[in-house]
């Protein structure tokens, strides 16, 4: 992390984890000004376990106020829990109500931790914000293009004017990859803002988790043998519960399953339990019998590979029938502000966190949207997830896939 003005007043988010206990230790050895936020977020009211937010339970709560009484530094507990809500939650119900499977991550990112808590942080008079993210932020002067300033505006957040990129003080913003290629988190942040990147500090961009541990330990933070959430964060394991309660049984009624030639082949228990590439949940002796009698023929296991919501129909196929050429992005990101407007745009692509970035082709096409071709058919193309654009290191933009 490069050194600022140590004058600054920098606020911290603070999980009681690890990461975010490591960050804000660093930022307090390096002089700066550092105040500790802990945002409350939205937890199920409905839920049969007492279990608040994972990410804001009362042991995260403690936790994150040991470490900030341990480092010295003003602590703050901050009620987003209707933000949250607002804007989290109901995305996330809503893209299932439509049969796509999101990223809440993503757009946490946008709207809360780099939206909601930074103007929040700024009435606290700080004039950047800090997370744990293993993720690398790095500006280069360009006085040509307009500069922008906070607190957020909705508007401003999503405009770009004439292909060319918000900026702070004169400089481009670029988002790196993180120096841990397997905690790297740059695809969860590819819808920030060149203004939003310009107040961000990402402390632990250059190290590895182990380093981060490392530290931790060797400078007793209280959380240093503690292990993160891989859940998301509102909900417990049973996502089909939540689901049904708050979705209600009309988004769980059986239907048939086909087969891309329209052969009923089976039945489903509602369309929101499956995703595209999904063998589990589909009964598949039952399924590959049906499809025997049809064809005469010995049949591998099937997979989801589309949906057929007026008709309240799975789709399956064969593994093959799972990969495809290209797809369809709209609500493209171009951080930098560069497009492939008029133009065919080289890039690698992640089409999910874990998924490798591949080559592809990127075209804008006349509605605004892009496709992408694949140098490689790609398995399990998923509506509603995001496809993150990268020039090595750098991401580029990113978009929601759409088909």
């Known amino acids: 992390m490069s050194k600022l003005n140590s004058k600054y007043k920098i606020a911290i988010g603070m999980s009681g984890g690890v990461d975010s206990s ?15 936020l802990f945002l409350k977020l939205w937890s199920d009211p409905t839920c049969e376990i007492s279990r608040e937010n994972a990410c804001c339970d009362e042991k995260a709560l403690s936790d994150a106020r040991k470490v900030a009484g341990q480092l010295g530094i003003p602590f703050y507990v901050v009620d987003a829990r209707q933000k949250f809500h607002d804007e989290i939650v109901e995305y996330y119900l809503e893209e299932y109500r439509n049969l796509r499977t999101p990223n809440p991550c993503v757009l946490c990112n946008k709207k809360i931790k780099f939206g909601w808590m930074l103007e929040f942080a700024e009435k606290l008079g700080c004039e950047k ?7 690398r932020i790095e500006d280069s002067g360009d006085l040509s293009l307009p500069i922008y300033h906070y607190p957020l505006n909705e508007k401003l957040l999503n405009s770009q004017i004439n292909g060319k990129c918000e900026m702070e003080n004169g400089k481009i913003y670029h988002l790196l990859k993180g120096a841990d290629k397997l905690k790297d988190q740059s695809y969860f942040l590819w819808q920030l803002s060149q203004a939003q990147l310009s107040k961000i500090i990402f402390s632990l961009g250059e190290m590895t988790k182990e380093e981060t541990k490392e530290l931790a330990k060797k400078n007793n933070l209280p959380v240093y043998e503690k292990t993160e959430s891989q859940e998301i964060c509102f909900i ?66 099937v997979y989801v590979v589309g949906f057929n919501l007026e008709k309240n129909e799975l789709i399956v196929g064969n593994n093959d029938e799972t990969f ?39 075209t804008q096409l006349p509605d605004s949207s892009f496709q992408i071709l694949f140098k490689d058919p790609q398995r399990a193309v998923t509506p509603g997830q995001s496809a993150v654009f990268y020039d090595g290191d750098e991401v580029i933009g990113g978009g929601i896939i759409q088909s």
């Open 22 to 36: 490591v960050a804000a230790m660093l930022l307090k050895e390096q002089g700066y000004d550092v105040v500790g």
């Open 129 to 135: 914000v800090a997370t744990g993210h293993y993720a």
């Open 236 to 301: 417990d394991s049973d996502y089909r519960g939540f689901l049904r309660k708050h979705l209600g049984e009309e988004y769980f009624k059986s239907g048939r399953i086909v087969d891309n030639h329209g052969y009923t082949v089976g039945r489903h228990e509602g369309l929101v339990n499956y995703t595209i590439g999904q063998r589990k949940g589909i009964n598949q002796s039952k399924v590959r019998k049906v499809i025997k009698s049809i064809k005469s023929e010995e049949i591998k296991p």
């Open 324 to 362: 495809k050429s290209e797809m369809i992005v709209g609500q493209v990101n171009w951080i930098e502000g560069r497009k492939a407007e008029g133009e065919r745009l080289k890039a690698d692509v992640k089409i999910r966190y874990r998924a490798e970035a591949v080559p592809c082709t990127i």
